[in-house]
């Protein structure tokens, strides 16, 4: 289980992915308020962290870290509508992967499957697996 300021730090991260090429659109502030109240974390902590970024904090867990990088696929293709994948949100994601501490081979795996499935969403159950194969 993550404490609360791991929590934080993971919101914070998203909403630095979430603003990395511009503002943060409403249906990206709606899936990030959803993720935060998941993770429960108040309204008023989730937009007072839009202005007011936390450090990063490296989860130790590694399956925890799989879900954030999953959140991250999520929001990415919420940023993108489901259309083709822009060169620089796919870079995004592959280095905010990589500092997550999880492997290039696993993220470039995600990425490349991420095209035969539907709105490029690829099922938990399968990016658990990818990470699983790569873990062992």
């Known amino acids: 289980m993550i404490n609360r300021v791991e929590k934080l730090s993971l919101l914070s991260e998203m909403i630095a992915f979430a603003k990395y090429d511009k503002d943060i659109k409403n249906i990206e502030y709606n899936f990030l308020l959803g993720v935060a109240k998941q993770l429960g974390i108040s309204r008023e902590d989730f937009d ?3 202005d007011n970024p936390i450090n990063y904090i490296h989860l130790k867990s590694h399956s925890e870290r799989i879900v954030q990088f999953h959140r991250l696929v999520l929001l990415m293709n919420i940023e993108n509508n ?3 994948n822009n060169s620089s949100g796919v870079i995004k994601l592959y280095n905010f992967g990589l500092r997550m501490g999880l492997s290039h081979e696993s993220i470039t795996k995600v990425l490349y499957l991420m095209e035969s499935f539907p709105n490029k969403i690829v099922p938990p159950d399968v990016l658990i ?8």
């Open 129 to 136: 697996d990818i990470f699983k194969t790569q873990y062992n």
């Open 48 to 50: 007072y962290l839009i």
């Open 82 to 84: 489901g259309g083709d």
